[in-house]
T-cell receptor
Framework: SQTIHQWPATLVQPVGSPLSLECTVEGTSNPNLYWYRQAAGRGLQLLFYSVGIGQISSEVPQNLSASRPQDRQFILSSKKLLLSDSGFYLC?????????????FGPGTRLTVL | QQQVKQSPQSLIVQKGGISIINCAYENTAFDYFPWYQQFPGKGPALLIAIRPDVSEKKEGRFTISFNKSAKQFSLHIMDSQPGDSATYFCAASRRGSTLGRLYFGRGTQLTVWP
């Protein structure tokens, strides 16, 4: 089964600073990968998805970007953080075989922008 | 436009009672309906899922009821326990799609009082 790692677990950053969140996946190869944001007490907003290395699609225009430099690595970045970027960021990986319709989530990164 | 509508937003149930969360969808192409459970500070985890070829699926105390004609599905938690207190998300997707995107409801925060 898959294991999704996210780093860091928590992060406090000032407005205007850069951001880099990392997601790595074990136990599968060439998975579809997703970045979600969850604002406090809110639902899951899909930010980016990737079907392969270097292939990124954005769902919501914003000051965030994503990259996939390796098969099982997905990175969320920003050049200048805004207050509204605060939230809980989740990386997810698509299942394989009989579980291909399922997404498996990582433990998340709590980002606070001050 | 919200593809999957979930209600209620919050739910308080006494220990031993039945918790019921409802979801509705519009896209008749959806044919996979999972429920996710999320504890505070953690990533969502797949709880149970159903496909439209059956009207009900039960796993332990958790049951999904599915009404294809009404385009509705619901989660029933029997004998609710304090440990069930979490946020529950319903979702829908099209099986076998290239992207494998899940469309999530906004979530229901369940509190089970001892």
């Amino acid at each position: 089964s898959q294991t999704i790692h996210q780093w860091p677990a928590t992060l406090v950053q000032p407005v205007g600073s850069p951001l880099s969140l990392e997601c790595t996946v074990e136990g599968t190869s060439n998975p579809n990968l997703y970045w979600y944001r969850q604002a406090a007490g809110r639902g899951l907003q899909l930010l980016f998805y990737s079907v392969g290395i270097g292939q990124i699609s954005s769902e919501v225009p914003q000051n965030l970007s994503a990259s996939r430099p390796q098969d099982r690595q997905f990175i969320l970045s920003s050049k200048k953080l805004l207050l509204s970027d605060s939230g809980f960021y989740l990386c997810a990986s698509r299942g394989r075989g009989v579980n291909t319709d399922t997404q498996y989530f990582g433990p998340g990164t709590r980002l606070t922008v001050l | 436009q919200q593809q999957v509508k979930q209600s209620p937003q919050s739910l308080i149930v006494q220990k031993g009672g039945i918790s019921i969360i409802n979801c509705a969808y519009e896209n008749t192409a959806f044919d996979y309906f999972p429920w996710y459970q999320q504890f505070p500070g953690k990533g969502p985890a797949l709880l149970i899922a159903i496909r439209p070829d059956v009207s009900e699926k039960k796993e332990g105390r958790f049951t999904i009821s599915f009404n294809k004609s009404a385009k509705q599905f619901s989660l029933h938690i029997m004998d609710s326990q304090p440990g069930d207190s979490a946020t529950y998300f319903c979702a829908a997707s099209r099986r076998g799609s290239t992207l494998g995107r899940l469309y999530f409801g906004r979530g229901t925060q369940l509190t089970v009082w001892p």
